[in-house]
């Protein structure tokens, strides 16, 4: 099946810096891919190429073979691009299910008339509670979002992702800041979305466990280049992950016999 998204060439240079060099990369429905690499291997920047949060100097990005390389962040969000961000990224001064209805209403499509609004409105806090319970944030829906505990804030961000129903799902560190209780429901939604099969699923991460547990693939990028790709076991064992991710010496291969 052609991938859902892709890159090719894709590059940016900060002065004479080079972030991302030349990332082409492809990705299919039904996978989550890993993005790993040393601190400073341009994961996040790559991110926020893909998501359209900077622009590239050059190469394209492609939505189900649309070229959306002059779309910024907000045209590639409506065409399908969910990004989860390292820092939360909500509406503060809202309620919990404020949050999610407003992500609601932006998936919604076509203006509301005089006399279909309250049953659409209805409708929005129907789907945004539905949301709140997958995440189990229902009993905090009318809590600001600006007192909820870290945690719980992130939950929110992936509820409100799950509510604009993209076709791509980026999740940047999404256990970062969360103590030893709260990573294991983050990642459980994370796995719930996989088990749908039919997602493109993104992940930064530099947790290696967490990697193993959840990728069905692995993309390693140092120095803005990709240096691997392909399955967990096979990435994690090259040389070149040993060496430039691991900052190990590659090993040896034990003799038998």
Not at 195 to 224: P, Q, W
């Amino acid at each position: 099946m052609p991938p859902v998204l892709e890159t090719r060439g894709l590059t940016v240079r900060f002065g004479g810096h080079v972030a991302v060099d030349a990332v082409s990369c492809a990705f299919h429905a039904g996978t989550l891919t890993a993005i790993v690499g040393p601190n400073g291997a341009g994961k996040t920047t790559y991110f926020n190429l893909m998501s359209g949060q900077i622009p590239a100097t050059s190469g394209d990005t492609l939505l189900e073979g649309e070229d959306i390389s002059g779309l910024g962040a907000a045209g590639r969000a409506q065409r399908g691009i969910g990004r989860a961000f390292q820092i939360t990224n909500l509406f503060p001064n809202l309620t919990v299910a404020e949050n999610v209805r407003l992500a609601v209403q932006a998936r919604g499509r076509g203006a509301a008339s005089l006399f279909s609004l309250w049953s659409r409105h209805r409708d929005w806090i129907e789907r945004a509670d539905h949301y709140l319970e997958l995440v189990n944030l229902s009993g905090v829906r009318d809590t600001q979002a600006a007192a909820l505990p870290h945690g719980d804030k992130r939950k929110l961000e992936v509820a409100i992702m799950m509510a604009l129903e993209p076709k791509v799902f980026m999740f940047d560190e999404p256990t970062a800041g969360m103590s030893v209780d709260e990573v294991p429901v983050i990642l459980d939604l994370i796995r719930t979305l996989k088990r749908d099969g039919g997602k493109t699923i993104l992940l930064v991460e530099h947790k290696m466990d967490v990697v193993r547990s959840l990728a069905d693939r692995i993309v390693v990028l140092h120095n803005g280049k990709l240096v691997a790709d392909g399955d967990p076991a096979t990435v994690i064992a090259s040389p070149v992950v040993q060496e430039a991710y691991l900052g190990q010496a590659p090993k040896r291969e034990a003799a038998h016999g």
